[in-house]
């Protein structure tokens, strides 16, 4: 045998022997988690959310298990709060959807969820939330008094079932007008 070929099949033996030895590294009891979210959320529509059990070396805990104390909050509150929801568990890493609930919110709210766990929490990102799906759009006119002839100035806000701005609206709007001048 040659000797290139010797040192290759060397190497291949080596390398097989110790992917067999390898042990798995598993993290330990969990002391924190890590929250997962879109960036951007719309109110009234559920979104994905992640959240893993980490140990003190970020590490996941694929014993975990959640006890009754689980819960997720949203902050700002009482401006938003979310609806009832389940997140489901499977070697340390839960995921489920949320849906966020609010009225009367400007065009873009900024906004964590804190996760907590007995003495186990953790915190998302910040993330965007938008109104919902259009439901209705809004005229602000600059003046109650026009004469005819003159400009007026008003402004178009989209909105959602519960009030709020729709941020992300970027449709047309057209205006007609049946007055035969």
């Known amino acids: 045998m040659k000797k290139g070929r010797v040192v290759l099949l060397t190497f291949i033996i080596i390398f097989t022997l110790l992917s067999v030895y390898i042990p798995k590294v598993y993290g330990g009891p ?61 070697n340390g890493i839960g995921t489920g959807n949320i849906t966020i609930l609010g009225n009367n919110l400007p065009a873009w709210t900024n906004a964590i969820l804190k996760v907590q766990d007995g003495a186990v929490n953790g915190t998302s990102s910040g993330f965007q939330v938008t109104g919902g799906n259009l439901s209705f759009f809004t005229i602000n006119l600059s003046s109650l008094n026009v004469t005819a002839g003159d400009y007026l100035t008003f402004t178009v806000t989209a909105k959602d079932g519960s009030n709020n701005i729709v941020g992300d609206y970027n449709g047309t709007i057209t205006f007609t007008s049946n007055d035969p001048q």
């Open 30 to 90: 969990a002391t924190h988690f890590e929250v997962i979210v879109p960036s951007k959320v719309k109110i009234g529509i559920p979104f994905n959310i992640t959240i893993k059990a980490l140990d003190a070396s970020n590490l996941i805990d694929t014993t975990f298990t959640p006890t009754g104390a689980f819960s997720i909050t949203i902050s700002p509150s009482p401006t938003l709060s979310l609806a009832p929801y389940t997140i489901n568990f499977v």
